[in-house]
Every structure is written in structure tokens, then in C-alpha cells.
């Protein structure tokens, strides 16, 4: 069974970057397309940034041209990078598949101060 752990959430102020990682325990990802996925307070989860099995990567608007998704198939970790952090990114970031998800972790928790 694969187990997905997040980390490197936190508070920063707003302009600011975090990085996050998932690490992929279980199962090798590398013929995966891999996705960040963000779930604010009240709101649905929501894919935020993906990227394919040959590194191919794909934002949604809202954080276009700020995040960078990158994979390392070696270590099964998949990061985000997120620069000029804003208070509308505040939510609890998870990674899985693109599709046929595996079972959630239990995220990181973001949270940008203005």
C-alpha cells in the first residue's frame, strides 16, 4: 500500500516561499504523472500543479508563473516550490496521481499572513 507523506508547510508572511515535498513510500511513481492538490478552509480540493511521468508540467492559473513543480523519481519525492506567496494559497497542500489516486496523506498545512 502506498503511503504519500507531505512536508515543509508552514506561516509565511505574504511575498514570501516555502518549499513542499512528498515523499512516496510502497510503490515507484516514476510512471506516474504526479500532482499538487490544495484544499482551503470550506472549499473543495483542487489540483493545483502537475507533472508527467516525463516531467512535462501543467499550472492552473492561479498560481502560474509563482510555483514550480519538480519530481526526483530516484528518491519517489515529488516538490513544489512556491515564491511571492499570497493569502489566497492558504490551504492544506496534498500530492497523489493525476489519476486512479492512491490514498490521501495528511497534507501540509500552508498558511500566508498579509
Known sequence: QVQLVESGG???QAGGSL???CAAS???FS???MAWYRQASGKQRELVA???SDGITNYKDPVKGRFTISRDNA???VYLQMNSLKPEDT???YCNKVRFLWSW???TQVTVSS
Open 19 to 21: 518549499r513542499l515535498s
Open 91 to 93: 490551504a492544506r497542500y
Open 10 to 12: 508552514g506561516l509565511e
Open 75 to 77: 528518491k519517489n519525492t
Open 26 to 28: 510502497g510503490s515507484s
Open 105 to 107: 496523506g495528511q497534507g
Open 50 to 52: 502537475r507533472i508527467s
Open 31 to 33: 510512471g506516474n504523472d
